[in-house]
Nanobody
Framework: QVQLVESGGGLVQSGGSLRLSCAVS????????IGWFRQAPGKEREGISC????????YYAESVKGRFTISRDNNKNTVYLQMDSLKPEDTAVYYC????????????????????WGQGTQVTVSS
């Protein structure tokens, strides 16, 4: 059984940082592209950062480029999202996801239906 469990969300002041983690079990990250998505109240879920396992591509949405960093530790089977310079508009539920087929832009934007999703973690940025 595949499980993705996010942690690290919470309340932070504007300008602060958080690091989200996503522990994956039931599959090997060696063979999967990874991604982070978010859904703010009243908005559709959007892919904000994805990284391919096959062609090395990485995607960041314009709204987070330069502030967020996606990474993976295949030995720990864990995915991370480092979030710096947080803004109130970053407030959302954040979801990690994995997909058998990259590249990054496809996973995040053109076909955002990854094979497996986490349950989500709330991030709230106060002004």
């Amino acid at each position: 059984q595949v499980q993705l469990v996010e942690s690290g969300g919470g309340l932070v002041q504007s300008g602060g940082s958080l690091r989200l983690s996503c522990a994956v079990s039931g599959l090997s990250l060696d063979y999967y592209a990874i991604g982070w998505f978010r859904q703010a109240p009243g908005k559709e879920r959007e892919g904000i950062s994805c990284r391919s396992n096959s062609d090395g591509s990485t995607y960041y949405a314009e709204s987070v480029k330069g502030r967020f960093t996606i990474s993976r530790d295949n030995n720990k089977n864990t995915v991370y999202l480092q979030m710096d310079s947080l803004k109130p508009e970053d407030t959302a539920v954040y979801y990690c996801a994995v997909d058998r087929v990259g590249p990054a832009f496809r996973v995040c934007v053109t076909d955002p239906t990854p094979d497996y999703w986490g349950q989500g973690t709330q991030v709230t940025v106060s002004s």
